[in-house]
Each structure stands twice: as C-alpha cells, then as structure tokens.
C-alpha cells in the first residue's frame, strides 16, 4: 500500500488499509491498543465490508456496532489516536477538541496529549489546540495566544490571551460558577 495523506473524509479507507497492510500493520496493533487502553478502553477495532462501504467496527464484549453509531466524540478519538500514532514526532493541530466532547472527556485528552509532548522520547513536539474551552485559558503548563483577523489587511495578529479581547469575541464577560470550573 503506498503512503496516503491522512484525513477526515479518507479515515476509514486509510485505517483499513493499514490494517491490511504487512508492512505498517504494527502501526494499527498500536492505534488499537492505545483506543482499548485506560482511559480509553472502548473495545477492539475491526470492519465490515458491505456494497462497496468498508465500516470501522468496534467489539466490546458481545457487543458490535459501527463506528458511526456510537457519536462523534468517538471517531475524533480514534482519529485523533491514529494521527498521534502515525504522525510521531510532528505538530499535532487540534480544532476546538471541545467539539462533542465532556468537559471530563477534554481533561483526559488535553492530558494524553501533553503526557505525549513531555515524554522521553517525545511523541509529540508540539500539540496547537484552537478552542473557546475556559479549560485551557488560567492553566500554567500552556500558553494562550489571541488571534485576531484584520479584515481590511486581510492577515490575522497573533497576540497576548486577555479578558478583554475574550469580553469582545464573546459578547461579554464570562461567568464563572460558585467554587469554580468542574473538570472532573
């Protein structure tokens, strides 16, 4: 099989040719396990073939179902772990992980992906993450930057994370629960 760009709309074409493939099935052995392991453990991957459509399935005990029937939070997490998995050592960019996702579910994400950037060796040189998520906004192990389109430059300006600048975009301030932010 030769080298395909990975990407939403060729996911499950790419991962079951990856499956298929001798060379680079190690490759899916670790997508697999790292989507059945804590705190993941979702079930094991398989597929189906029908009228032309390959499907991701995923078993766990003596359940199976497609991929597609168990929401989307799921496949941007199998998508996720196979880019990771696929792509080490590169730039992992991530568009608004909140999407679909628990606040709990975008905690242990956040902190997969860190633990892959800080490990030895690193897996991950940098994780870029796009969000409207406070979750990443009064955090000190990551840096918040502001980007802003300048219409009539037609170029955007990358600046300093301030309350100001989130009042405006937001259309207002934001209002923080009694106690603070649950991430459990």
């Known amino acids: 099989m030769t080298d395909v760009e ?8 790419w991962l079951f040719g990856l499956y298929l493939d001798k060379e680079r099935y190690s490759k899916f052995e670790e997508v697999q396990k ?6 993941f453990e979702f079930g094991e991957l398989g597929f189906s073939h029908d009228k032309g459509q390959t ?11 497609p991929i597609s029937r168990m929401g989307s939070g799921l496949q941007q997490i199998l998508f996720l772990i196979a880019t990771v998995v696929v792509y080490k050592n590169k730039l992992l960019g991530i568009e608004e992980l909140e999407i679909n996702l628990s606040p709990k579910a975008q905690k242990e994400i956040f902190e997969i992906l860190k633990k892959y950037v800080n490990s030895s060796p690193n897996v991950l040189d940098q994780v870029i993450i796009t969000s409207h998520s406070d979750y990443f906004e009064d955090r000190e192990d990551v840096k918040c930057f502001a ?3 300048n219409q009539q430059e037609s170029s955007s300006k990358i600046g300093p994370w301030e309350e100001k600048k989130r009042e ?7 209002v923080v629960p009694t106690g603070g932010w649950e991430w459990d």
């Open 6 to 13: 990975l990407s939403p709309k060729n996911f499950k074409q």
């Open 34 to 39: 790292l989507f059945n392991a804590k705190p």
């Open 55 to 65: 499907e991701i399935m995923v078993k766990k005990g003596a359940v199976r179902l």
């Open 147 to 149: 980007v802003e389109l």
């Open 168 to 174: 405006r975009h937001f259309m207002g301030k934001r």
